[in-house]
C-alpha cells in the first residue's frame, strides 16, 4: 500500500494555470503508472493523464497540449501542469498509483478542488 498526498488546487481564472502535486509515500519509481483523473459535479469520472514507469504519456483529448503530467523521483511525486484552463476543467482531480498492470492495483489520493472562474 502507499499513501498519496494531493496539493496545489485552488481557484484560478480562466487562461490561468496551476500546478497539482501528488507525494507518495514511498518510491514511486517502481510504480507501474501513476495518473490523474478528475470529476466534475453531476457528471462520471473521467481520465485526464497517465505516465508509465518507462516515461510514456497519455492525455484525454480534452487537455492535450494545455496539461502535462511529470514526476521526480528523488521526490516521491507526480506533478500535473494545467495551463490556459477553461471553466469546464474545473473539476475534484484525483492522482493514483498502479503497482501492477491491473487497475484494481490503484492507490488514490484524496482529491483536490481545481475552480476556473473570473
Known amino acids: 500500500q502507499v499513501q498519496l498526498v494531493q496539493s496545489g488546487g485552488g481557484l484560478v481564472q480562466p487562461g490561468g494555470s496551476l500546478r497539482l502535486s501528488c507525494a507518495a509515500s514511498?518510491?514511486?519509481?517502481?510504480?507501474?503508472?501513476m495518473g490523474w483523473y478528475r470529476q466534475a459535479p453531476g457528471k462520471q469520472r473521467e481520465f485526464v493523464a497517465v505516465?508509465?514507469?518507462?516515461?510514456?504519456?497519455n492525455y484525454a483529448d480534452a487537455v492535450k497540449g494545455r496539461f502535462t503530467i511529470s514526476r521526480d523521483n528523488a521526490k516521491n511525486t507526480v506533478y500535473l501542469q494545467m495551463n490556459s484552463l477553461k471553466p469546464e476543467d474545473a473539476a475534484v482531480y484525483s492522482c493514483?498509483?498502479?503497482?501492477?498492470?491491473?487497475?484494481?492495483?490503484?492507490?488514490w489520493g484524496q482529491g483536490t478542488q481545481v475552480t476556473v472562474s473570473s
Open positions: 514511498r518510491s514511486i519509481f517502481s510504480f507501474w503508472a
Open positions: 493514483y498509483a498502479q503497482a501492477r498492470a491491473v487497475i484494481s492495483s490503484r492507490s
Open positions: 505516465l508509465s514507469t518507462g516515461g510514456s504519456t
